[in-house]
């Protein structure tokens, strides 16, 4: 049902409800792996036709759900770039044999035909994971060799980190290019040869998942720091994917133009950040300088009290017949005395009005 489905671009639920409102009987699940299992199974018959059996079913795809929320607009500059390439980069052409293959690729083939050379005669030499030999990966090849071509002839550098990753880089800029087959995930019934071959499933276990290849291709674009996923094109039956690499380049210069944007407002409000912080910091600055002074001014007050005490018993000490009785003792006294009081009081000091002194 799921692959039948896929022909009309429904599910394979869709397809059986389609099924159950025109009386047409549909296999029970598990169906198609008990019989290629060898197992025995029941094929129901078509019943009668009754009156108001419709004669025709119409099935077609379900359509897009409504977003509430309305994409973000896109900023004219991207607009602009995307308009721009579309009108000016040449159409990308894939040729139907690898005899000039970019430089990327032919260091990818060059590397395996190494690795080969190096393996042949060792007989405990395991086997390579990737091979070049299937059509679809030979194609692959030929999409992405064409693509890179035409990416590097328009101004974007190019870099290899892993084997079929490739990043397009403009200035500080990268996007990821991956070219791969697309791989989905099918549930099955486990049958008897999988439990003799296998001990990892569980008891009364029935199902299984399992990765089985498509034999179709899928183009993704990624940004490297996040591993988000900007645009992704799967071929169908209907429309290979030679036929949607022109749409790429546009793409990616729109993305790339995205991406300086982006960094731009970020930059301004980095930038803002940092303003706000300076203005924050230097008025915490200027309330902590405040409270100093302020406490300095109350203990000037408290010294200048201090400093007219001292004097004030200087002067009495010195009208008292003690002072006269001890004249060279009471002249050392009094200098000490009237020295700690100059001291302390500031009237006389241009410190006093010292606002930046902490």
Known sequence: MTKLAERYGISGNGLAKACRNAEI???????????????????KALPAVKRDTPRTVIISPPGKREDSTPPPPV?????????QVKQTAKPVSVPATLSNPHR???AWLEDERREKRARRGDPWALPLKRSDATELDKRRLRILSALLKAIE???????????RDVQIRTGTMTIELILEERIK?????????????SRWYAEGQKWTQEKVPTGRLRLRLLEPEYRHVVKEWEEAESSPLEALLDEVLPTVAGKFEEIRLQRMRQAEEQA??????????????EAKKETIRFRRLVAHCANRRTAAEIRELVASVERSPLAADNAELFFDWKS????????????????LFDRERL
């Open 25 to 43: 009987p549909v296999p029970e699940r598990g169906y198609w792996a008990k019989l290629q299992a060898g197992k025995k199974v029941v094929r």
């Open 75 to 83: 900023p004219d500059t991207v607009a602009a770039k995307v308009e």
């Open 104 to 106: 990327i690729v032919a």
């Open 153 to 163: 002839a328009s101004g974007y550098t190019l870099k290899c980190e892993r084997y």
């Open 185 to 197: 995930q099918v549930r099955r019934l486990i049958t008897d040869e999988d439990r003799r071959s």
């Open 272 to 285: 803002k950040r940092m303003e706000a912080e300076r203005l924050r910091y230097e008025a915490e600055l």
């Open 336 to 351: 000490w005395a009237l020295s700690h009081a100059e001291r302390i009081d500031l009237l006389a000091k241009e410190t």
